[in-house]
């Protein structure tokens, strides 16, 4: 038993990384989540390693931080381009918490679902422990805020046209999202749309795979991914703007249809009115799967981060490290799931009486992590979103060289940086 605790909240992909970070560095780790299932919006997400995903997910597996990756690659269903997207793989949705509990369990993590954290106790700039929805208080050496940036239903209902019903969070049973990073009084930031409102609205909506047309739905388990042109009049480029996801312009002209094992995902379609949906071939019956008033709107995201350093450590809270989407404006999995590398690390170190590690900015995540951290103090930086597989985070590796197909490259450029294993060792010898 290791004699340094760390308390990481959330089991989202940031959550799950995290927690096997500090495992891996030695600490003794309990992992909360507040539904019955792991993996949070990656319950629903599924399109892993497109365009410069690939270079972050091999960089951090060359950094000792692969597990989260590896795990999903033995789940891989189809691989697939969609508009603008390219080399990509998905992951099957239905087997993904499945796999990523295993995966927890079996790094020795004390995991426990249907926990949701409601407060801290904080004694001057630490936090001592974490208080449950139970009563139960817990005490840890140093934690990890990782509750995501979506709902809950006050959320969605202030900002957006109230609970849309989406599966990967279900507040009305589990309860709203609650950050311990803002219960402890850091910051909270918000993203921003066109028209000033806080939030972005979710990206994605999926079909129930049986409601396609039988013909439809062969094609897309075959092909993986299918690329249907919008008739012009449905065309609503304003999405682009407002929705969670980072997309392109000219993949608002398309229906970008992925089979993801459990549904059928509609890329960046944001929310679509389902008698416009029914109009278009193949689409004859569909129903919505998620959210189930997709035909509406869709759940609100990007609220409540919080500002941080570049070693992911949350301004003001000395033992508090934030990941995932709360420790800035990226989105998506491979952004969430390195992030959660380094703030668990990060954890264990502070845990352990010991510095925590700033990554360099020679490495793509190191420059990602700072890059996000200044946008969140630049005016105007809060109005999109940062991913490493397209806009202007994409275009920025591009224009630095650092975009490349080479994996063993990436995996040289690592170990040359005498980084190689850097997050997956023991920081301090356990007990
Ligand atoms: C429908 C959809 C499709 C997507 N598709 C893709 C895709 O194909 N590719 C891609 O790269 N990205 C995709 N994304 C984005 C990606 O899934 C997210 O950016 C990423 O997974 C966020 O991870 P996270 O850990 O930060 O947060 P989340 O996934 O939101 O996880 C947070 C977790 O914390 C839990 N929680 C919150 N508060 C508490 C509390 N107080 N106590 C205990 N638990 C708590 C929540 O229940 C949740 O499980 C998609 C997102 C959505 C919604």
Redesign the pocket.
Known sequence: MSSFRIIV???????IASAIAAARAGASVTL????DML????L?????NFNG?LVAAEEAKALGGGDVFAALESILLHRGNIVDEFHGYVYDTSRVDGVMQKLVRETGIDLRLE????DVEKDGRSIRAVKLASREKVKADAFVD?????GGMNICKRYGQGCMMCI??RCPA?GD???IATKAGAPSLDRVRPDGTPGAV???V?VNKTTLDKGLLARLEKEGAICIPLPKELIDYSKEKKIG?VRSRRQMEFINLVDIGSTA?C?GLGYFALDKLKSIPGFEFAQYD?PMAGGKFN?I?KVDMCPRDDSLQVEGIENLFA????CGPG??????IVS?VLAGNNAARVAADKKPVVLTRETVIGDYIAYTGEKMKTPGGLGGGYSF?LGEYFERMKSQGRYTTDIPAIHRRVKKLGLAGFLGSKVASSE
């Open positions: 909240v959330g089991g989202g992909f940031s959550g909360f989540e507040k539904t993996a949070g919006s990656g629903r997400a599924g399109r892993m995903k926990t949701r954290v409601t990782a509750p995501g940036t979506s990967c969070y589990y999202r609650v950050s979710g990206s994605a999926l996801g995902k890329v998620e759940k995201s990941a995932g989407e709360k989105t998506g999995i491979a952004e969430a959660g597989g």
